[in-house]
Structures are given as C-alpha cells and as structure tokens.
C-alpha cells in the first residue's frame, strides 16, 4: 500500500526534475506563449513544458492516478488519487527574472475539490531560492530536512501576505479588505507567488495569508504544509465574481485575520 510519505518521495523526485528544466529554460531565455484571465496573466513555454514533464513521469510511475494541471486538460483515474500540479507557480516573476517562483506538487485523495478532498503529500520546490518544502499527511512539514512550525507569537502585530489577482476590476474590494486587514498587521508582503507564500506561513516567516481567486493547484501543495506546520486553513464562500477565499494563519492569529477577510454584512 503506497503510503504519504511514498508519494512525498516521489513528489519530491518529480518536482526536482521540472525545477531543473524551468530554470534551464529561464536561463536560455522566456517566450510568452499566451495570456490566461488577462493580458497581465501570462503562460509562458516554459510552463507547458515542465508540467508536460511532471505529467509524463507521473504516467510512467502512477498510470491509475488521475491528474489536474494548470496547463494541461485534466485527466480521470481509478486509484482515487489525483496529482495537482502547478507547473511554475509565479509565472510573471518567472518571465520577468525574479526568483520568487516554484514547482508545486500536490497529491489528493477524493474529488478533486478543495473542500473535499484530503490531501496527502505536497512539495513546493524552489530552485532560484535554493528551498524545498514538503510535507506528507500526519507526518509533519520540512525544508530541506528540517522540521516546520507556524509561529506562536506576534507581539508586533502579524506580518501578513496577500495578493491581488490580474483583473483591474476586483482591485478596488481587495484593497477594500486590506484596510480591514491593516489594523492587525505588522506590514503586508506580496510575492506573487501563493504557494511560497503558504510555504512561509508553515516555516514561521508570515503570522498569516489570505487571497482570493485561486484556481486548486495553487494552494493544494501549500495549505497542506500549513496545516502540518500547526497551522490553521479556512475559506470564504466564493464572491460575485465567483471567487473564493483562502485564509492561512498560525493559530495565535488565524480567528482575527479570518474576520478581517470575512465579506461585510
């Protein structure tokens, strides 16, 4: 019986590849291949590739498991296992040369919802930064080895993540809701990234995370880490533009910043 740590393994494998060949095709040079929810929203092809890649060693060594892609159509299995795969997560920091972007993986069991499925394993490896972050269910969340735990104290306030999305017309309620944030807040990071952005909630770095419109693959490896760091993950029903939202804390901040965030009344 394969079990969490089984497919770490092989999470972890697979995402050393397909990091290896996006930094090799960043470094020989990006060419924009199409934009997604707007022009500012950019697949490069860079991005088929790699997850082309993680999706044929994933075949080759898992052929009844089925798969959901960000690049690629997604596929059935029969295991009741899916693999969620976001090839480069942080494509335009890609593009433009920044190294706040990663290869997330994510393995699940159940349907392939966010709300239903349990996850079981995620890696989140970032080569230009030199980290890698995993985690297996009920087996904890590392980097590079060493163990992770959300922080327990933020006496300054919390340092707090965000993003905004690519749509100029939901700019306007996000920093709506930022001002609702501010209050508890320390200072505010964005790194254009969701998946390192969680990554660092698990490893202590941010007190808290929240964003919506993200498509599953952008948080299945990440919220899974949180919650093996001690951390706490909750959402916010999907808003008129059919968003929803995630929230992603260490417990001492998690129930204030989740209020915060809540759609007003």
């Known amino acids: 019986m394969t079990t969490p740590g089984d497919l770490r393994a092989l999470a972890r494998e697979i995402a050393a590849e397909a990091a290896e060949l996006a930094a090799r095709r ?22 088929r590739e790699v997850e082309a890649l993680i999706r044929a060693r994933l075949a080759a060594e898992r ?10 159509a997604a596929a059935g299995g029969t295991s009741g296992i899916t693999w969620v795969v ?4 942080g494509t335009v920091n890609y593009a ?21 499925w349990r996850a079981l394993a ?27 735990r959300v922080t327990t104290e933020a006496p300054a306030g919390a340092l707090i993540a965000t993003g905004f999305g690519y749509d100029p017309a939901t700019h306007a309620p996000a920093l709506g ?30 007190d808290g995370y929240y964003e919506r419109g993200l498509a599953p693959w952008d948080h299945a490896a990440g919220a899974l880490l949180v919650q093996e760091a001690g ?6 029903p999907a808003d008129e533009t059919g968003r929803s939202m995630i929230v992603a804390a260490s417990p001492i901040v998690f129930d204030a910043l989740d209020a915060a965030v809540a759609p007003e009344m």
Do not use: C, N
């Open 96 to 116: 433009f040369g920044m190294p706040s972007w990663a290869v997330s993986i994510a393995v699940v069991e159940g349907p392939a919802d966010p709300l239903s």
């Open 63 to 72: 052929p009844d498991d089925a798969f959901l892609g960000e690049e690629s």
């Open 26 to 47: 960043r470094a020989e040079g990006v060419a924009v291949a199409a934009s997604k929810s707007s022009l500012a929203d950019i697949v490069t092809e860079a991005d």
């Open 177 to 206: 809701v930022l001002q609702r944030v501010m209050p508890l807040a320390r200072d505010l990071r964005r790194s254009g990234s969701a998946s390192l952005d969680l990554s660092y909630v698990a490893a202590g770095r941010l």
């Open 122 to 148: 995620g890696v989140v490896h970032a080569p230009k930064l030199g980290e890698v972050f995993e985690a297996a269910a009920g087996e904890g969340a590392f980097l590079d080895g060493r163990p992770l």
């Open 231 to 236: 951390g706490r993950i909750g959402w916010h």
């Open 86 to 89: 976001d090839p480069i997560d």
